[in-house]
T-cell receptor, first 111, second 114 residues
Framework: GENVEQHPSTLSVQEGDSAVIKCTYS??????FPWYKQELGKGPQLIID?????GEKKDQRIAVTLNKTAKHFSLHITETQPEDSAVYFC??????????FGTGTRLQVFP | EAQVTQNPRYLITVTGKKLTVTCSQN?????MSWYRQDPGLGLRQIYY???????DKGDVPEGYKVSRKEKRNFPLILESPSPNQTSLYFC?????????????FGQGTRLTVV
């Protein structure tokens, strides 16, 4: 079955710097890769997703890249702000409703 | 407001005392699922339901039960809770039409079994 690895587990950056979180997946058939943000005391919320027919997707300060050959995808946050501090989860799935999640990255943005 | 509502938010119980965590969604979603979140392990699926009266095991179903008698509700039942079920639980729902759609999560239930 699918397995998703996520690194790093914690990430601290200065406000204004960029942050990058990386995930690798095992099942080459996976074709959907969402990223969820979990703020303290709340449930995860979708922030961006990418499908296997594209290599990159951007939404303002966040972007996701996908390398199907290497089976990895990354979340890029530019110009980080304190409100970006949260736990981020990557996930993968293949034409199903079941998401396999990574282990999460705790991002801290210091003012 | 579209949302997934879980209750209770916090629960402390003793080993062996049956409990139910409720989950309700107001988006008419077919698919609902339960996850547990543990440090270093991420979110792991416990059970899921594709529609009313249809439920299936996820990756960590042992010690849990679910039911889906109505489309909006998907309660999680722990018949005889044990300390290893101490965790943060999330209910989620999504539409199934078109696949690869956004999952909406509840705010979580922090369960402690002593």
């Amino acid at each position: 079955g699918e397995n998703v690895e996520q690194h790093p587990s914690t990430l601290s950056v200065q406000e204004g710097d960029s942050a990058v979180i990386k995930c690798t997946y095992s099942d080459s058939a996976s074709n959907y890769f969402p990223w969820y943000k979990q703020e303290l005391g709340k449930g995860p919320q979708l922030i961006i997703d990418i499908r296997s027919n594209v290599g990159e997707k951007k939404d303002q300060r966040i972007a996701v890249t996908l390398n199907k050959t290497a089976k990895h995808f990354s979340l890029h946050i530019t110009e980080t702000q304190p409100e970006d501090s949260a736990v981020y989860f990557c996930a993968a799935s293949y034409n199903t409703d079941k998401l396999i999640f990574g282990t999460g990255t705790r991002l801290q943005v210091f003012p | 407001e579209a949302q997934v509502t879980q209750n209770p938010r916090y629960l402390i119980t003793v080993t062996g005392k049956k409990l139910t965590v409720t989950c309700s969604q107001n988006m008419n979603h077919e698919y609902m699922s339960w996850y547990r979140q543990d440090p270093g392990l991420g979110l792991r699926q416990i059970y899921y339901s594709m529609n009313v009266e249809v439920t299936d095991k996820g990756d960590v179903p042992e010690g849990y039960k679910v039911s889906r008698k109505e489309k909006r509700n998907f309660p999680l039942i722990l018949e005889s809770p044990s300390p290893n079920q101490t965790s943060l639980y999330f209910c989620a729902s999504k539409i199934t039409e078109g696949m690869n759609t956004e999952a909406f999560f509840g705010q979580g239930t922090r369960l402690t079994v002593v």
